[in-house]
């Protein structure tokens, strides 16, 4: 399963990209600085000359202290760095000229700025990975939302000859309305919590794992068949019926859960597979809740319930 953010990862992206933008400003401030020494003819300030001058400065010093591994695994994170790095070790060939010569080199001063550009669109680039993945992630249960679910199970069926691309489960939480009147939304909140960690628990790397919307989540399990998703359904069903959440005062509110579950087919549309399935969870709703139902895709096939 593709990596999850909770809330706390959540919160420190957020504070990260703040710090970020305060060590931006910075940049920008120190690229002011730096200009005004050049054309005012200003003492040279020696510390800009440190080969480790990208370490020290405001930004330099945000990038070597981030504390989120999510922001320290997007793709453009090491370009930032390395480009910042460059920033620096430009500037300081410039400033060396510049002391030597009382001039600044046309071709030296281009390339600067170029790096310049280069760093400031990085910058861009990284920001942007963060609010998207942000985006897809629910903050409350650290799932995947569903905003790219069309597009992520569909490049998993697209073109897939031989096995079968994979099954997508359709999960609701059974009467889970009134476990919000009765207990209030705090409670309910944690419910969904423990049911995504069960989740977590019963699923692989390699699986799609979303909160579809309130109560309902999606599974798409890579590779598997009706009858081994069936069988990770079934499991999580009775993980999630034999362990209540334990409130404050002792007492244990049980939930169950409905299953719905339709194998994909080569070049599926995520639409028609989660119709399907959706079909299927109506059904498992019909036969009395808290049970697996299996769409039958073929005309003539029964669905096929298993379950409580």
């Not at 005012?40 to 000359?49: G, I, K, R, T, Y």
């Not at 597009?151 to 359709?170: F, Q, V, W």
């Not at 959706?278 to 769409?295: S, T």
Request: net charge negative.
């Amino acid at each position: 399963m593709t990596d999850h953010v909770d809330a706390g990862q959540a919160e420190r992206v957020i504070a990260e990209l703040s710090r970020m933008d305060a060590a931006s400003q910075a940049h920008l401030t120190w690229l002011e600085r730096l200009h005004k020494t050049l054309v005012c003819h200003l003492p040279l300030d020696e510390a800009e000359l440190d080969m480790e001058a990208h370490h020290h400065c405001a930004f330099g010093r945000w990038y070597q202290g981030v504390d989120s591994p999510l922001v320290v695994r997007m793709p453009s994170f090491d370009e930032v760095g390395r480009l910042h790095a460059r920033v620096h070790e430009r500037a300081r060939s410039i400033l060396e000229t510049f002391r030597d010569s009382g001039r600044v080199d046309e071709a030296l001063y281009d390339a600067f700025m170029s790096d310049v550009t280069a760093f400031n669109q990085s910058l861009r680039v990284l920001q942007a990975e963060l609010w998207q993945t942000l985006s897809r992630n629910d903050p409350l249960t650290g799932l995947k939302n569903r905003h790219g679910l069309t597009e992520e199970i569909e490049a998993r069926c697209a073109g897939t000859a031989g096995d079968p691309p994979g099954t997508l489960c359709m999960m609701d939480l059974d009467h889970f309305k009134a476990v919000n009147d009765g207990y209030g939304h705090p409670v309910g909140d944690r419910i969904l919590e423990q049911t995504a960690e069960h989740i977590r628990g019963r699923v692989r790397g390699d699986d799609l794992v979303y909160r579809y919307g309130g109560e309902e989540f999606v599974l798409f399990l890579t590779g598997c068949d009706t009858a081994a998703a069936t069988r990770v359904c079934e499991r999580l069903r009775q993980d999630i019926q034999e362990n209540p959440a334990v409130l404050e005062d002792g007492r244990e509110v049980t939930v169950t859960a409905s299953f719905g579950v339709a194998q994909a087919a080569v070049d599926d549309s995520a639409d028609m597979l989660v119709r399907r399935a959706d079909a299927a969870l109506y059904r498992a709703k019909e036969l009395g809740r808290n049970r697996v139902v299996v769409d039958a895709p073929r005309a003539g096939e029964d669905l096929v319930a298993v379950g409580a």
